[in-house]
């Protein structure tokens, strides 16, 4: 099993979208509410690209299984060396290694970039991903409580970080 990873092609739209809408519908990975339509999640991506952020696709035997990005943590110039990333999973594809592979790339990637830290922010309902950062070196430094409602309940948003360097 070879699992690629490449840049992202506009030809990936759509199962970036189906694995984004999944995770929106099932699962408090996105403290989104609503599916996003294809124009909607390509103006996200085309965005991140714009602005000289990886967007990064997994492939195993020909098929996008899973992608990762970062793009800024917050808005001011003095943050300019902070990113936040997301890497996501088609859920048929969960427990073959494509995350670790897809975090991996990301963070050589930031620090080819001079980045200096990246956050993480995780439900804290989601355990998995908490040690899956863990497992990077992401420590948890601050735990936002009742700061999401989703699924008729108040989420914790925990952050994670990586120091770069």
Known sequence: ???DIRPYKTEDTQIILDIINYNIVHS??????????Y???????DEKIAKQFPVIVAELEGKVVGFGMYSEFRFREAYKYTVE????????AHGKGIGKILLQEL???????????MIGV???????????HEKFGFKTVGIIKESG????RWLDSVFM???LE
């Open 1 to 3: 099993m070879k699992i």
């Open 28 to 37: 408090t990975a996105l403290y989104d509410y609503t599916i996003r339509s």
């Open 39 to 45: 124009e909607q999640q390509k103006n996200i991506l």
């Open 85 to 92: 990333h997301s890497v996501y999973v088609d859920q048929n």
């Open 107 to 117: 963070i050589i990637l930031a620090k080819a970039q001079g980045l200096h830290t």
């Open 122 to 132: 995780i439900d804290a309902e989601n355990k998995s991903s908490i040690d899956f």
């Open 149 to 152: 409602y989703k699924f008729d």
């Open 161 to 163: 970080q990586l120091i």
